[in-house]
Every structure is written in C-alpha cells, then in structure tokens.
C-alpha cells in the first residue's frame, strides 16, 4: 500500500474587500457585533463582471498548486471539487475545471460536503493514491457565497459571516513512508440536514412552482442557519474527531504543530484552542480577513501558513472541520 502527501498548495479570493463597515451600510448590522460574535473584519466578494466564479477562482488556485508541486498538468490523475456554490446545478464543477485546465478526459468528481468539503475530500483522494490507482490528485474547495445571499437585514444573521474565496492541493504518491497523510475520520448526522441548509429551488420545490407562488415570506432559496445549535455541535464535534484522529495516531494535543480548523467562527476555534491546551502559534486562523469560505477555508488557511513558513518538515498538522449536514472531520499529517 502506498501513502500520500501533499506537494503543492495554492489559493485565490476576489481583490474586492468587504469590511462591517460596509455592511452596516445596506443592513442593520455592526462592526462591533461581527467581531466581537465571530471574529470576523471583512471578506472578499466576487463583482458582476470580473470573471470570477466558483469554477475559475477554483482553476486559478489550481494552477498554483500544480506549478508549486511541479508537475504538469497531464499528471494530474483525477480532480475532486468540494462546494456548496457551484456554477450549474448540473454537471458539478470538476468537469468544468478539466475543460478549463485541458486536461484531456481526466476523471472529475464533486464533493457536496459543505464546510467539511474538503476533508471529505482529502480523504478520498488519499483512498486513491493508497491503492495504487492513482499518483496525482487535484484538490480544489471553492466558494463563490456572495452571489447567493440575502443583503437585507433579513439575512444579517447568515450574511456577515460568508465570504468567496478558492484553495487547491496536490496529493501525491509520496515514495518516503516517514511523512505524509496519516489518517482522515469522517462523520455525518443528517437529522440535522435542515438546521444549516439551503432547500429550494430543489427538484421538491422547482422554480416555476416558487414564482407562480409569489410569496414575499418564501426565503427557502436564501440559505437558512440555525447559529445557536450549529455552535454548540461545532464545538463538541471538533473536539471529538481531532481526539480520535490523535488517538488513532498515538498522539497527544501536545504533539500538534499546527492546527488548521475550518474557519467557522473565530470563537470556535478559540473554544478548540483551549480544550486541547494550545498556544496562539499551534492554530492557524485567518477568518479576519475572508470570514467563513465553506470548503476552501480549509485550503486558503493551509496555504497561507505554508506560505508564511509556520508550517516546517515532520511537523504534525492536523486539519478539521464541522458544518453543514451536520458532517464533520480530521485529517492528521506528518509534513
Ligand atoms: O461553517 C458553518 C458552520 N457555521 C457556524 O459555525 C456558525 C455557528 N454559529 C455562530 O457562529 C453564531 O451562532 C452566529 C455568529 C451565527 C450568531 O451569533 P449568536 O451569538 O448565536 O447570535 P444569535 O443568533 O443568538 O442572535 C443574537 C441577536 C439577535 O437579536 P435579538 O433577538 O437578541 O434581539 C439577532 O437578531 O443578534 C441579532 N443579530 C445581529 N445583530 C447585528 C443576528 N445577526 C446580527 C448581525 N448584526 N449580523
């Protein structure tokens, strides 16, 4: 059996900043509210007409990643896409990325895991690469949220808190068995499903049925979140899946190097840092500046610690995420 690594890491947000201050000009909203209930400061937001979607911010993080790995494009063995926001309802937006990389005919998957997207999709990339049948894998979480939610005061409380942005990894064949991905926990709990979710349209409720309804209250097409209960299972549910990633590891809290959690919430990850006793330079956060990205939050944090050298050879880091679902999960790696 083989294992993985990860050989190239790269990400792209929008250049348009959104601070609270912003938003606090088209809803009722606050800067000291955002920060002080979720840490966060501004987000990017995708502007009508700069050629940003989800597939293309995706592609542009792509190419970074496969030139840090080295590698040309033609290696690429298969393309996992994690989102919530793709570009069409179907086909998914891997095959949209092979067209845009001319890949020719290379396998393309999405991943629909939300916040945990990206886990889920480490996980089955590493499934690949152990059995031999593949070598190189693209990894892409992409978000473009901006273009889906309600900028009325009705939506504050989903809102503040989204931002768009791309990461991508390349998960390789790795030939030292001394690093590399170590092991990845799963976990899903769908009878909470509705309590962070966006419904309609669906084939349940389809378009034409929504406008001949004309109902002004029908907000089923804005995504719903239930904060309080999303909190308080975020909480637990991280903590539980970093210990049986540790545990399964023969590790201890103290072993972690870095801890990358999904960008959910500045005081979720703080309540994480605290239970398993870690200093401000064990946790990486970058949710001031891009607030929650979904399934790239998780790439962009990863590549802007490579990038700012806070991750170093043999180190163990140890990425996780809770979200909608509920669907949770660890991946713990030797670098
Ligand atoms: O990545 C996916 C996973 N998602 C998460 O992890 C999110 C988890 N949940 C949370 O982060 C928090 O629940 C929120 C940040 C979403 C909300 O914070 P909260 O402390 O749970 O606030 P709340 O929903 O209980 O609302 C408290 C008050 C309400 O007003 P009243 O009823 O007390 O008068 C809201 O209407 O704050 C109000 N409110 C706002 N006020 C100003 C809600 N959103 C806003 C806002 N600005 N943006």
């Known amino acids: 059996m083989y294992n993985s690594k990860i050989t190239g890491l790269g990400m792209y947000v929008p250049d348009n900043v959104v601070t609270n201050e912003d938003l606090s000009k088209i809803m009722d909203t606050s800067d000291e509210w955002i920060t002080e209930r979720t840490g966060v400061k501004e987000r990017r937001h995708i502007k009508k007409g700069d050629g940003n979607s989800t597939v293309t911010m995706g592609v542009k993080a792509a190419k970074i990643a496969i030139e840090r790995a080295n590698i040309d494009k033609n290696d690429i063995d298969l393309i996992l896409f994690a989102t919530l926001s793709p570009d069409y309802y179907f086909p998914g937006s891997g095959v949209l990325v092979q067209e845009h990389l001319e890949i020719p005919t290379c396998p393309a998957m999405d991943i629909r895991n939300q916040c945990s997207g990206f886990i889920y999709a480490i996980s089955t990339a590493d499934q690949y690469i152990k059995t031999g049948m593949y070598k190189n894998i693209l990894v892409i979480g992409s978000e473009n949220h901006s273009g889906g939610l309600d900028f009325s005061t ?182």
């Open 154 to 335: 009705r939506g504050r409380g989903v809102t503040v808190i989204f931002g768009d942005g791309a990461g991508a990894a390349i998960i390789s064949r790795n030939e030292d068995s001394s690093n590399g991905i170590l092991s990845s926990h799963l976990h899903s709990e769908g009878k909470f499903a509705e309590e962070l979710s966006l419904i309609g349209p669906s084939t349940n409720r389809w378009v034409p049925e929504i406008i001949e309804a004309n109902d002004p209250n029908d907000i089923s097409y804005y995504p719903y979140m239930n904060g309080q209960l999303v909190f308080k299972n975020a909480v637990v549910r991280f903590s539980e899946v970093i210990m049986e990633g540790l545990i399964h590891n023969k590790l201890k809290p103290s072993d972690i190097n870095m801890l990358i959690p999904h960008q959910a919430n500045l005081r979720i990850s703080q309540f994480i840092q605290d239970e398993f006793g870690l200093s401000d330079d064990q946790v990486f956060n970058n949710i001031q500046k891009y607030g929650n990205t979904t399934a790239a939050s998780i790439p962009i944090a990863l590549t802007e610690a490579w990038e700012n050298n806070k991750i170093k050879s043999g180190d163990i880091i140890v990425l996780a995420a809770f979200g909608s679902g509920f669907t949770w999960g660890s991946t713990i790696i030797r670098w």
